[in-house]
């Protein structure tokens, strides 16, 4: 453990952290490695699939798409600033990493996840103003309006994370500097400190309240309306079409926010931290994975587009084989 000499005192500070994350396997990490890389190749090439069949088809241009596409497009980032140092920890053993390099880590990771929060709060607000204000939503959802929402939501989950993150660089570190994650998070993180980091923690605990709950409580009663306007339909198809609209978001909504409220609107100390870096690979690693599954399988109008491009693939395979030969 690298040590600096703070002046004027007898106290000495950490110059860097050991993430600890999953070395303690031993020789079990390669096969962790492997289907860690695995998933996240596959998160990336089927996110990057999602952005690229909504920008290439004229049909999918909807606040609804767009929405997805931009989900997408954060999908790729927020596993990305902890899993390729991840791998690289449980290729080569390597846990050292600077205080300025996990700052930064928490800083981007806790971003785009607030972003996500707001992003899901957005896209339900989208389908009850489709369901519930079917005449207007032109007029709600028009582009300038999609637009100012879409960056206010990364504005401010950026934002959002940019205080606690200053506070946490003013903090002094000694003598202990091993963080029991494969990322920075913030309870361990906090746990090493030796100066006085209860402000802190009410500080991150009031707003993640206010970001997880506060979006998670506006998608209930965007839902809660939505459910009680379907039940006004006079048929069952229309139903069961409007059900079958919102069930991809809500299916995403319940995957993230089961996993999230559990790791952050509660106390940062406890037992539990441990527990905390095993359930963290869900949202971390394997939904940005399941998310543009999720959209796939169970949304008609990505499913036709899907195949659309995939004939004119084939259509434009053909054609360039008979060219060559030629």
Not at 43 to 60: G, P, Y
Not at 76 to 91: G, H, K, N, Q
Request: aromatic residues 14%; glycine residues 4%.
């Amino acid at each position: 453990m690298k040590i600096l000499k703070k002046k004027g005192s007898n106290e000495t500070s950490v110059s860097e952290f050991l993430l600890v994350g999953f070395s303690v396997l031993g020789d079990l990490r390669y096969y962790i490695f492997v289907l860690i890389c695995i998933i996240y190749t596959l998160s990336i090439i089927a996110n990057m699939f999602i952005i690229i069949i909504v920008k290439s088809d004229q049909r999918l241009h909807k606040p609804m798409y767009i929405f997805i596409g931009v989900l997408s497009f954060l999908e790729i980032w927020y596993p990305s600033v902890t899993v390729p140092r991840l791998l690289w920890a449980l290729l080569t053993q390597a846990e050292s990493i600077s205080i300025a390099g996990c700052l930064t880590q928490f800083f981007f990771h806790f971003s785009f996840g607030a972003t996500e929060n707001f992003l899901l709060t957005i896209m339900a607000f989208d389908r009850f103003v489709a369901i519930c204000k079917p005449l207007h939503y032109l007029l709600i959802m028009k582009q300038s309006i999609c637009t100012t929402l879409l960056l206010g939501s990364w504005i401010f989950g950026f934002l959002v994370v940019a205080i606690p993150c200053l506070l946490i660089s003013r903090l002094f570190f000694c003598f202990e500097n091993e963080i029991d994650h494969y990322y920075c998070d913030f309870a361990p993180l906090i746990k090493l400190s030796c100066t006085e980091t209860s402000h802190i923690q009410k500080m991150v605990f009031v707003s993640s309240c206010f970001v997880i709950l506060g979006c998670f409580l506006a998608i209930i009663v965007s839902y809660t309306c939505i459910i009680q306007e379907t039940m006004n339909f006079p048929t069952s198809f229309g139903r069961q079409k409007t059900f079958s609209t919102c069930a991809s978001h809500l299916v995403v909504v319940i995957v993230f926010y089961a996993t999230t409220i559990f790791m952050f609107v509660r106390p940062t100390t406890g037992h539990l931290l441990h527990l905390n870096k095993i359930i963290s690979v869900i949202p971390s690693i394997v939904t940005p994975l399941l998310n543009p599954i999720i959209y796939t399988l169970r949304n008609h109008e990505v499913k036709e587009a899907v195949k659309k491009n995939v004939q004119d693939l084939k259509i434009k395979s053909k054609s360039n084989f008979t060219s060559f030969l030629l």
